[in-house]
């Protein structure tokens, strides 16, 4: 059942989608500040703020590509192992199980679907996994780090940021993805971006505008139905 938005705050919601292939038409500084400071009006607790924001363009974005790229081709070639790469914290947990096994499957080949990619061709599944440490070709990249001391509160803020980052970007005619899949290789990035020793990487994103002529665009994840999630108690 395709929803039907109400009003402009639902507009966004129903619009956004993670976009994974973007054109190369650049998002000003002047842009992205606007969107950075709108979006920190995140409520976090006790208004810690516990959030760091690296926006990455040009060389710099460059430069993490090629490092990371690099580790991911060798470790896809048997030259590096990938226990090498740990992420700061679990991001997933490691052993995989129903219902989120089945949803995080349909959202895997669902994609691999629309992009002709089958099971079998492992190393078509690995271009389009590489595709993430290119930010999908995105004038900007964003990292998201908080102090290593602090507990599962700062992720929390974290993530209403980066939510209201995603839907200020589409607002103005932007898209994003959310990249979970940089944190592996934070050891890589955080001293390119200069974080301090203290930090941790929480996520990255890619942003820019979608190139609507490619097919990985026109994925739409499903939701489960509302009594699935949902209980009403009195
Ligand atoms: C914190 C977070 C990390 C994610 N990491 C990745 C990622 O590394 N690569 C990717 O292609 N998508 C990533 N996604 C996108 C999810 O796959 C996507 O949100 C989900 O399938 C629902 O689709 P939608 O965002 O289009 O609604 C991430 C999403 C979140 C919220």
Known sequence: MELQPQNAAEKVILERHSVRAFTAQ???EECVRDILTKAARAP?????QPWK?????????QKITDQVVASVEAIFH??????????????????WF???????????????NILGITKDNKLAIHKQQ????EFFNAPVGLFFTTHKALEAGAKMAIAMLMQNIMLLAKAQGLDTCPQASWNDYHELIMP??????????????SLGF???TEKVNQYVTTREPLDEFVRFLE
């Open 98 to 112: 129903d219902p989120y096994l089945r949803r995080r499957r349909e959202n895997g080949w669902g994609l691999y």
């Open 44 to 48: 976090s607790g006790t208004n810690t």
């Open 210 to 212: 979608a190139d609507k």
């Open 53 to 61: 924001v690296y926006v990455v363009k040009g060389k710099i974005k």
């Open 192 to 205: 390119i971006l200069g974080a301090d020793d203290n930090e941790i990487l929480i996520c990255g994103m």
């Open 26 to 28: 650049d998002v000003s």
């Open 130 to 133: 590489l595709r993430n440490y």
């Open 78 to 95: 048997g030259e590096l192992a990938k226990v090498q790469f740990k992420p700061a914290y679990l991001y997933y947990s490691e052993q």
